[in-house]
């Protein structure tokens, strides 16, 4: 069993960066992970995974190139660096674990889930 809790959210105004963390309460070094995030009034999204090795990434069009997904395994935490944040990446953003790589990397897919943390980009 692995439970996942999530820090680093808040606001931020548009141009700057955060860095979320999913700590994992169970070993994460077998899973891959990934970070989702779901807008008011719309579906949950993938935003970036990475392979349990650390090695393999991926990334949703709308954050390559602003956005890092890293892990240390030894730590058993995740984190999403993001820079250059819009307004448009305003939303509760969640890490999940799963067992399974390759694209696309669907909600459905995942095997763990955290609760979120929220993300406010202002304009």
């Known amino acids: 069993q692995v439970q996942l809790v999530e820090s680093g959210g808040g606001l931020v105004q548009a141009g700057g960066s955060l860095r979320l963390s999913c700590a994992a309460s169970?070993?994460?070094?077998?899973?891959?992970m990934g970070w989702f995030r779901q807008a008011p009034g719309r579906e949950r999204e993938f935003v970036a995974a990475?392979?349990?090795?650390?090695?393999?990434?991926d990334y949703s069009d709308s954050v390559k190139g602003r956005f890092t997904i890293s892990r240390d395994n030894a730590k058993n935490t995740v984190y999403l660096q993001m820079n250059s944040l819009r307004p448009e990446d305003t939303a509760v953003y969640s890490c999940?674990?799963?067992?399974?790589?390759?694209?696309?990397?669907?909600?459905?897919?995942?095997?763990?889930w955290g609760k979120g943390t929220l993300v406010t980009v202002s304009s």
């Open positions: 169970g070993r994460i070094s077998r899973y891959h």
């Open positions: 990475i392979a349990w090795s650390g090695v393999t990434t």
């Open positions: 999940a674990a799963f067992s399974a790589w390759g694209p696309p990397f669907h909600s459905s897919r995942m095997d763990y």
